[in-house]
């Protein structure tokens, strides 16, 4: 669709009514904010290139304005030469990509959200204990990866459905312990939870929730607009858990139509033409720009009122680590 397509051409310049419902809170969250300004703090400190192990966070935009800015993306540590500073993303490492890192006498700075931390935390304090750990999370997903690798192999059993649990051969029933991922769907993660204690009764879980604050705090701004709205576009990349969540949550609340949007560009007009009302979120890792860019899309093609659902105040921030803290 181009622009010309737009409902208001069709041979008069009065543009349909639509009411969008923008969610607050939606897009970055405190995790993602400092991971960027972890690689663009490296950069001003070392100068390019600044190599960065994995995206960042999962957002081609941001992505490809680092780059621009002298970051260089790799998949693998073994891809960064020695001499190079190197930064791991968001969404954590398994313990033997510092260990390599360290081996190699490389300078590199951890990215990993505090609050992924916290459940590689949790997982230590549990196989300490001598607990056999049950991750509910995305098989491939970094994070998961990442949370996994805090341990030798077969300490950490994953489980991505309710299904998933009748299948589960723990070493010792009596003896378990569940983490979760941070970006997963707090409905969905509580059947998962209620499956796994029916069959374990004596599993531990987490003292506070492992999904984080951002996660739950987005998936309930789409919650309370769903009532309201005829379609849903979240900004934000495939790859992004929390995104995909974020649509999943909104076809779950019974919003007819819940899509992922990477930008305006992706917007599907002829599949929203009619509509009278349309919420809009943004998953963690989605810049406000790309935000600003899907308005401005609608406002050439509708006379928009603009209804903010405002679910909590978010307020958290987390520091960079001291070495970049420290200027050269
Ligand atoms: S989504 Fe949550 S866990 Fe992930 S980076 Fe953001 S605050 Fe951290």
């Given at each position: 669709m181009t622009l010309t397509d737009a409902?208001?051409?069709a041979g008069t310049d009065e543009k349909p009514p639509l009411t969008l419902y923008l969610a607050d809170p939606r897009g970055f969250c405190a995790g993602v904010e400092r991971a960027i300004q972890i690689v663009e703090l490296a950069l001003e400190k070392w100068g390019a290139p600044v190599y960065v192990r994995h995206e960042i966070v999962h957002n081609r935009h941001v992505v490809e304005d680092l780059r621009t800015k002298g970051a260089v993306f790799v998949e693998e540590l073994s891809e960064v030469p020695d001499d190079k500073p190197v930064i791991f993303s968001a969404h954590g490492?398994?313990?033997a990509v510092p260990a390599e890192a360290a081996r190699r006498e490389m300078i590199y700075v951890d990215a990993t959200c505090p609050l992924v931390s916290k459940v590689h935390i949790e997982a230590e304090r549990h196989a300490a204990r001598?607990?056999?750990?049950?991750?509910?999370?995305?098989?491939?997903?970094?994070?998961t990866i990442g949370t996994m690798g805090q341990l030798p192999e077969g300490d950490v059993l994953l489980?991505?459905?309710?299904?998933?649990?009748a299948a589960l051969t723990p070493r010792d029933p009596e003896s378990l312990a569940y983490i979760t991922q941070t970006t997963l769907s707090v409905d969905d993660t509580a059947d998962v939870v209620a499956a796994l204690t029916a069959r374990f009764p004596a599993i531990v879980g987490p003292l506070k929730e492992d999904i984080c604050y951002a996660t739950t705090n987005r998936q309930e701004a789409v919650k309370?607009?769903?009532?309201?709205i005829d379609a849903l576009l979240v900004v934000g990349a495939p790859n992004s858990s929390n995104s995909q969540r974020l649509v999943e949550v909104g076809r779950a609340a019974g919003c007819p139509y819940a899509m992922l949007v990477q930008s305006a560009a992706d917007i599907d007009w002829r599949a929203i033409e009619g509509v009278r009302s349309v919420g809009i979120t943004a998953g963690a890792s989605a810049p406000e720009v790309l935000?600003?860019?899907?308005?401005?899309a609608f406002a050439a093609r509708y006379d928009v009122a603009i209804e903010k659902v405002q679910t909590a105040e978010e307020?958290?921030?987390f520091k960079v680590p001291r070495a970049l803290r420290e200027r050269v």
């Amino acid at each position: 669709m181009t622009l010309t397509d737009a409902p208001a051409a069709a041979g008069t310049d009065e543009k349909p009514p639509l009411t969008l419902y923008l969610a607050d809170p939606r897009g970055f969250c405190a995790g993602v904010e400092r991971a960027i300004q972890i690689v663009e703090l490296a950069l001003e400190k070392w100068g390019a290139p600044v190599y960065v192990r994995h995206e960042i966070v999962h957002n081609r935009h941001v992505v490809e304005d680092l780059r621009t800015k002298g970051a260089v993306f790799v998949e693998e540590l073994s891809e960064v030469p020695d001499d190079k500073p190197v930064i791991f993303s968001a969404h954590g490492v398994p313990k033997a990509v510092p260990a390599e890192a360290a081996r190699r006498e490389m300078i590199y700075v951890d990215a990993t959200c505090p609050l992924v931390s916290k459940v590689h935390i949790e997982a230590e304090r549990h196989a300490a204990r001598g607990r056999q750990i049950v991750m509910i999370g995305h098989s491939g997903h970094p994070e998961t990866i990442g949370t996994m690798g805090q341990l030798p192999e077969g300490d950490v059993l994953l489980v991505e459905t309710a299904a998933d649990v009748a299948a589960l051969t723990p070493r010792d029933p009596e003896s378990l312990a569940y983490i979760t991922q941070t970006t997963l769907s707090v409905d969905d993660t509580a059947d998962v939870v209620a499956a796994l204690t029916a069959r374990f009764p004596a599993i531990v879980g987490p003292l506070k929730e492992d999904i984080c604050y951002a996660t739950t705090n987005r998936q309930e701004a789409v919650k309370a607009m769903a009532p309201e709205i005829d379609a849903l576009l979240v900004v934000g990349a495939p790859n992004s858990s929390n995104s995909q969540r974020l649509v999943e949550v909104g076809r779950a609340a019974g919003c007819p139509y819940a899509m992922l949007v990477q930008s305006a560009a992706d917007i599907d007009w002829r599949a929203i033409e009619g509509v009278r009302s349309v919420g809009i979120t943004a998953g963690a890792s989605a810049p406000e720009v790309l935000v600003e860019d899907v308005l401005s899309a609608f406002a050439a093609r509708y006379d928009v009122a603009i209804e903010k659902v405002q679910t909590a105040e978010e307020n958290v921030v987390f520091k960079v680590p001291r070495a970049l803290r420290e200027r050269v």
